[in-house]
Structures are given as structure tokens and as C-alpha cells.
């Protein structure tokens, strides 16, 4: 996530003053999801108050659960259980 020049320095900006770093992740995101594959998305901030990635909960697909935030070191099982929960309800048809 920290560019190379050093970790919270600013970051190059591309169009729409968005961080170059983020417009990748976006479209990286949105070309696996043109696939009609599901991504979660995990935002670990456990010893930090940054806000709520927007990068990452637009990333995650549409759905409940698909986006967590975990602020606890204690809430790591939970935000995985969730997911396989999820994942074992998909069935694979022809």
C-alpha cells in the first residue's frame, strides 16, 4: 500500500486527484468482477483510527459481508468464518 519513496509519504495522483495506488486497485477490481467472480475484502486497522477504506469496500462485490472491517485483534476468525460461510453456500453448475 506505502509507495516506495517512504511509508505515508503522498502519493502520485491520477485522474480525479485519486491516488495512482487506489485507480489501479479500482480497476483491477472491476475487471475480476466483469467475470462474475466474488471478492471479499478485509480492512485491517486494528492500532490505527484510519478511516474506512473506500478503495477496499469498493473492491469487495455487492452483498452483505462481502467488505469487513476488522478493529480487534479478537474479530480476525470471525471476519474469515464469515466468508466460508458464504463461500460454502456456492454450489458449481454447468
Given at each position: 500500500?506505502?509507495?516506495?519513496?517512504?511509508?505515508?509519504?503522498p502519493q502520485n495522483t491520477c485522474a480525479g486527484n485519486v491516488p495512482c495506488i487506489d485507480a489501479r486497485q479500482e480497476k483491477l477490481c472491476d475487471a475480476i468482477k466483469k467475470d462474475n467472480?466474488?471478492?471479499?475484502?478485509i480492512q485491517v486497522n486494528i492500532s490505527s483510527?484510519?478511516?474506512?477504506?473506500?478503495?477496499?469496500?469498493?473492491?469487495?462485490?455487492?452483498?452483505?459481508?462481502?467488505?469487513?472491517?476488522?478493529?480487534?485483534?479478537?474479530q480476525t476468525a470471525s471476519?474469515?468464518?464469515?466468508?466460508?460461510?458464504?463461500?460454502?453456500?456456492?454450489?458449481?453448475a454447468q
Open positions: 500500500r506505502w509507495p516506495s519513496y517512504g511509508a505515508g509519504s467472480i466474488t471478492i471479499f475484502t483510527k484510519d478511516p474506512e477504506s473506500q478503495v477496499l469496500k469498493g473492491c469487495a462485490s455487492p452483498g452483505t459481508n462481502n467488505f469487513q472491517m476488522i478493529t480487534q485483534t479478537d471476519a474469515f468464518q464469515n466468508i466460508l460461510t458464504q463461500i460454502t453456500k456456492l454450489r458449481i
